[in-house]
């Protein structure tokens, strides 16, 4: 019931978000249910024909039930319903995740450079937050966190493209379900873009005033 709520408030929260700032295009037809084998065009999927569309197409079970953040070394999961996973969201400009999080895991810092995102806590609790940019329009926050610990059925909102983060602080399982207004908002986790991406080590040396032994270690556990 808690995950019936959530959505039918994500929803609601959605359509209203959307008129005030949408990230993907406005659709031109009812739906356009994505014909994923076909390939990526420029802006989504192509079109399954509209006669071919099921109830099915348009309900979609995969963030029913918690994960197991046990499987990853962060002790934080999340389940995508981007386009690739549903694809009814296809031109509809909005997806959803769900994360689960054991006591002390984290889903590390992170952006989505392509959409605004809402968290909603189902279960337990959560320390998140977002940092500015270090040079915005406005000097007085620069680089300034916005965090706070979110309780079961608070709610929390990252602007679009900031880096940010999710921390378990609490003694039980903390899950939330989190709206995007893209269908495909893209995901860059700042660890594994830095360390696991082949980038120079004297480059993260320099960067993070870290040794070669330190930069190697990390590396090679993101490289592997």
Same mark, same amino acid.
């Given at each position: ?93 909005? #997806? !959803?995740?769900? +994360?689960?999080?054991?006591?002390? &895991? /984290? ?10 995102? $809402? ?56 899950? #939330? !379900?989190?709206? +995007?207004?893209?269908?495909?908002? &893209? /995901? ?10 082949? $980038? ?25």
């Amino acid at each position: 019931m808690m995950l019936l709520a959530a959505m039918i408030l994500a929803a609601g929260l959605m359509s209203a978000f959307h008129i005030v700032y949408a990230a993907d295009p406005d659709p031109l037809q009812e739906f356009c249910i994505a014909d994923l084998a076909a390939g990526p065009v420029s802006n989504g999927f192509p079109c399954k024909l509209p006669a071919l569309a099921t109830t099915e197409d348009f309900a979609y079970s995969g963030l029913a039930k918690p994960a197991d953040p046990s499987r990853v070394s962060t002790g934080g999961v999340g389940t995508l319903a981007f386009v690739k996973e549903w694809p009814a969201l296809n031109t509809q400009g909005l #997806s !959803l995740l769900r +994360l689960d999080i054991n006591p002390g &895991g /984290i889903i590390s810092p992170h952006t989505h450079n392509l959409a605004t995102e $809402i968290l909603y806590v189902l279960e337990g609790e959560m320390y998140t937050g977002f940092v500015t940019n270090n040079f915005g329009n406005d000097p007085t926050i620069s680089n300034k966190l916005y965090a706070k610990v979110v309780k079961k059925g608070e709610a929390f909102i990252f602007p679009r493209g900031l880096l940010h983060f999710q921390l378990n602080k609490g003694k039980v399982l903390a899950s #939330s !379900l989190n709206v +995007l207004n893209s269908q495909n908002p &893209g /995901i860059q986790l700042m660890p594994s873009a830095l360390f696991g991406s082949g $980038i120079d080590r004297e480059m993260l040396e320099k960067s993070f005033f870290m040794n070669a032994t330190q930069v190697a270690a990390l590396k090679n556990f993101f490289e592997e």
